[in-house]
């Protein structure tokens, strides 16, 4: 019995340490990246640059892990254009289901933009 309550808890203390491993992550990049729509890209008094494209993705890998959020993929979305050097980001989708390594996700798509002024 003593064994099996052992076993339990660094079951779930691993759980823990997992989840919050899951949601740790780089929220200045995050911040020097905006949303825009996409037909902001016609503005004149700039220019945009693509990188193409990026995703963000929150994952649910086991049951004791937290559940994923959309918030949590739009912001891995947000510091993967960071990454590209981007500064600006245009929402394709989100979309919530699972896989093989995800009980459940999101996953939100978009295109990564340099937003430079004109010369």
């Not at 099996?4 to 759980?15: I, K, T, Y």
């Not at 729509?37 to 890998?61: I, K, M, T, W």
């Amino acid at each position: 019995m003593k064994y099996l309550l052992w076993a339990l808890s660094v079951l779930v203390l691993s759980g823990c340490a997992g989840s919050a491993q899951q949601s740790n992550f780089d929220l200045g990049a995050a911040d020097t990246v905006e949303f825009m729509r996409p037909y902001e890209l016609s503005r004149n008094d700039v220019s945009f640059v693509s990188l193409g494209e990026v995703q963000g993705a929150s994952c649910q890998a086991r049951f004791f892990n937290e559940k994923p959020t959309q918030e949590e993929a739009l912001l891995r979305m947000k510091i993967a254009a960071a990454d590209l050097g981007a500064n600006r980001v245009v929402l394709r989708s989100c979309t919530q289901g699972s896989s093989d390594e995800c009980s459940a996700r999101w996953v939100c798509i978009g295109d990564a933009y340099q937003e430079q002024p004109l010369r």
